[in-house]
């Protein structure tokens, strides 16, 4: 066993250190949508459970629990449903949460107005990485823009 290994108090503090950062390691979001047209959702990881739910494509989910063939999903709304691994894709997609939701042409409050956009609808994540609380997104009808994080779910 590890413990039996370690010499000095020294030595124990960094172990269990070492050991406290795994939990925050291993709990980073992740997000996928659903590469299907219509993903099935189940209270259980089995094709024999009670189907609860669908979800049309590009919808956001976030991963809870990964079984390999099987994930527990979060969707929007926060319920927890099982889904075939198969349905989902990596693409990163973000459902606006706000009644209306401003896209803006760059990362900034005074920039342009592209488009606004009203609540549930789902948008195509270009880059992930945040620019000052801005998310750069492309709608399906192929407006760009930059969207405040804020204003969407399923984006870390």
Same mark, same amino acid.
């Given at each position: 066993?590890?413990?039996?290994? $370690? *010499? =000095?108090?020294k030595? +124990?503090?960094?172990v269990l250190?070492? +050991?406290?950062?795994l939990?925050? &390691?291993?709990s980073?979001l992740?997000?996928r949508?659903v !590469?299907?047209? *219509?993903?099935v959702l189940y209270?259980?990881?089995s094709?024999?459970? *009670?189907k609860?739910?669908l979800?049309?494509?590009n919808?956001?989910v976030e ?5 390999g063939d099987w994930?527990k999903? /979060? ?9 075939e691994? *198969?349905?989902?894709s990596? #693409?990163r &997609?973000?459902?606006? &949460?706000a009644? #209306?939701? %401003?896209? /803006?042409q760059? !990362?900034?409050?005074?920039s342009n107005l592209?488009a606004t956009?009203?609540k549930?609808?789902v948008l195509e994540v270009v880059?992930?990485k945040? =620019?000052n @609380?801005?998310l #750069?997104i #492309?709608? /399906?009808?192929g407006?760009? @823009?930059y $969207? +405040?994080?804020?204003s969407t779910? @399923?984006? %870390?």
């Amino acid at each position: 066993m590890v413990f039996s290994m $370690i *010499k =000095s108090s020294k030595q +124990l503090l960094i172990v269990l250190s070492t +050991l406290a950062l795994l939990p925050a &390691t291993a709990s980073a979001l992740d997000f996928r949508s659903v !590469a299907v047209s *219509k993903a099935v959702l189940y209270d259980a990881p089995s094709n024999a459970a *009670k189907k609860v739910l669908l979800l049309s494509q590009n919808y956001p989910v976030e991963v809870i629990v990964n079984l390999g063939d099987w994930l527990k999903v /979060r969707d929007a709304q926060g319920a927890l449903n099982w889904v075939e691994a *198969k349905q989902l894709s990596n #693409k990163r &997609t973000v459902m606006v &949460t706000a009644s #209306k939701a %401003e896209i /803006r042409q760059s !990362a900034d409050a005074s920039s342009n107005l592209v488009a606004t956009v009203e609540k549930d609808v789902v948008l195509e994540v270009v880059d992930a990485k945040l =620019s000052n @609380g801005w998310l #750069k997104i #492309k709608h /399906r009808d192929g407006v760009a @823009g930059y $969207i +405040l994080i804020s204003s969407t779910w @399923g984006s %870390e």
